[in-house]
């Protein structure tokens, strides 16, 4: 039994679903309703605005847009899809990282060497 943790999930790539979808449902919103009704906009509003093309000509109004970006703590360039989903959570990791001091920093790679040599040694059929 793996004792990895996963944080956030992130739907792989998927023509049929948008990425205002993938946004959805990646910050826990199971349904459209359920988000529609957390920013305080009909339903049928919402469902199109998720049916909409990505790019920024998709339609939806910008305070609309800064409502959704904000509810899903990310960029509207994100939410029109004019960002790649999976790319920005690596930068978040990134920028995260680049804002620690160097101590902090030396103690993430204290730690990654860690889950590394623990990973390596699982892989001998050690176990910790």
Do not use: H
Not at 19 to 26: G, K
Not at 53 to 71: H, T, V
Not at 78 to 96: K, P
């Amino acid at each position: 039994m793996s004792s990895v943790r996963t944080f956030a999930k992130i739907d792989p790539p998927d023509r049929k679903r948008r990425t205002l979808q993938r946004l959805r449902r990646a910050a826990g919103y199971r349904s459209a309703k359920d988000f529609a009704e957390a920013l305080g906009v009909p339903v049928s509003t919402y469902a199109r605005f998720e049916r909409a093309s990505d790019g920024p000509d998709c339609g939806i109004p910008l305070p609309r847009l800064w409502a959704i970006a904000d509810a899903l703590g990310c960029s509207i360039d994100l939410v029109v899809g004019r960002e790649d989903v999976d790319a920005s959570r690596l930068s978040s990791v990134q920028s995260r990282y680049d804002a620690l001091t160097p101590a902090g920093r030396q103690l993430v790679e204290s730690y990654l060497s860690f889950v590394e040599s623990a990973e390596l040694g699982g892989r001998r059929g050690y176990q910790p």
